[in-house]
């Protein structure tokens, strides 16, 4: 494959060996805790992060204060949730450049001062094989330098070392150890800048956003990119477990949630339906007599709520019903003769759902009711 120029590719982002990651510490709850120290400021007491996911009125207040704060430049409570990371295989360069380039963190890091750098601890990227060549001849070349060095410095360094220490110049192998340090220490400049590391590494919340944002804006280095998502996706995957071993009831019992009880809300359930279908069949009565399949519902609705008085004396009924409401147009001389089709009403058989479930009083039944009889349907407006 030709390429412009007749150079040959750069690098395709990987490295040998891999960087590791590790997230070793971290907060439980670290959104949690950063709005609860946002709303400190402004609350009466210490609120507690648990306070802040409480219910379904507390987690949206602290959504919306984590949105408002962020926007409003207010990052200062995000630094209050920190993470401890262990990253090997890890450059020099990454360290001095990237890493500690940045405020708020703490590095404790491996020392090139008192531990010795051996041959082919490098960094090396994924190169085409003539670049490859000729990177590894270079950092070969400069750790044999380092040794070459130490070897070197060794006897200038003892006798510094002694010069200032001189009674321990009568125990020079005791001592030994300390003065490869010292030449260690002056040689560790000629190591390339891809010389392998590891560390602990902690930064808070806003220096890990300010990573990740840097790594996705400016030309940043592909082992930059490479160590910070493995960093982020650490975090996110410590959240997921996190939410995957908490008890979902324990969860909601420490955030004061209580056993719903469904015993009222299954009579409520009950009594709808059985509301419903009466509603229904008294439907099927009213619907043909008022005659208008448009409005039927809402009136004969209107009229199971009026309320009124009935009255009968001896073979005669009287209907006085007052409308919570107004009646649709056109809607009143009709409901006016409803009992001129009274006895359309009583040759039609009762629905299932009215009939009485008891047993009727003995004696003798009553008469029906005949349109003569039903004197006096009033429906006044309020």
């Known amino acids: 494959m030709s390429h412009a120029g007749g150079r040959e590719p750069v690098s395709d982002g990987s490295f040998s060996p891999r960087p590791r990651v590790r997230l070793v510490g971290a907060f439980a709850e670290p959104f949690n805790t950063a709005i609860a120290a946002a709303r400190t400021c402004y609350a009466s007491r210490l609120i507690a992060p648990e306070d ?76 085409p ?33 002694f ?52 790594c996705n804006m400016l030309d940043a280095p592909g082992e930059a990119r490479a160590v910070v998502s493995a960093m982020v996706e650490a975090v996110r995957a410590q959240r997921d477990a996190a939410l995957r071993d908490t008890s979902r009831l324990e969860l909601l019992i420490r955030q004061n949630y209580r056993q719903l009880d469904t ?21 099927e009565v009213f619907r043909p007599l008022y005659d208008n399949y448009r409005d039927d519902h809402l009136l004969l609705r209107l009229l199971t709520r009026c309320s009124g008085i009935v009255r009968r004396r001896g073979q005669t009924i009287r209907y006085r019903a007052v409308a919570q409401g107004s009646l649709p147009p056109g809607a009143a001389p009709r409901v ?21 479930r008891r047993d009727p009083p003995a004696g003798p039944a009553p008469s029906p009711l005949t349109p003569a009889q039903v004197r006096e349907f009033n429906l006044p407006y309020p």
């Open 129 to 161: 094989p003539r670049a490859r060549a000729r990177y590894t001849r270079a950092v070969e070349m400069q750790v044999t330098a380092y040794q070459r060095l130490v070897e070197l410095l060794l006897e200038p360094a003892r006798q510094a070392y």
């Open 52 to 127: 802040v996911a409480r219910d379904e009125a507390a987690r949206a207040q602290r959504d919306a204060i984590a949105r408002s704060t962020y926007a409003a430049g207010h990052h200062t409570i995000w630094q209050h949730a920190t993470f401890e990371f262990a990253l090997e295989n890890v450059s020099r360069q990454l360290i001095w450049s990237f890493l500690h380039a940045h405020p708020f963190y703490n590095s404790e890091q491996v020392s090139q001062r008192y531990v010795t750098v051996q041959a082919g601890a490098v960094l090396t990227p994924s190169l």
């Open 163 to 214: 010069a200032l220490f001189p009674a321990r110049a009568k125990q020079p192998e005791k001592y030994r150890s300390a003065v490869v340090k010292k030449a260690q220490e002056i040689a560790r400049y000629t190591l390339p800048v891809g010389t392998l590391a590891y560390l602990y590494h902690t930064v808070n919340g806003l220096t890990l956003h300010r990573y990740h944002r840097l």
């Open 263 to 283: 015993r009222c809300k299954e009579l409520m359930d009950a009594l709808k339906i059985t509301a419903r279908n009466v509603f229904r069949r008294l439907l």
């Open 336 to 356: 006016r003769h409803l009992p001129e089709h009274h006895d359309r009403l009583h040759q039609r058989p009762l629905p299932r759902a009215l009939r009485p």
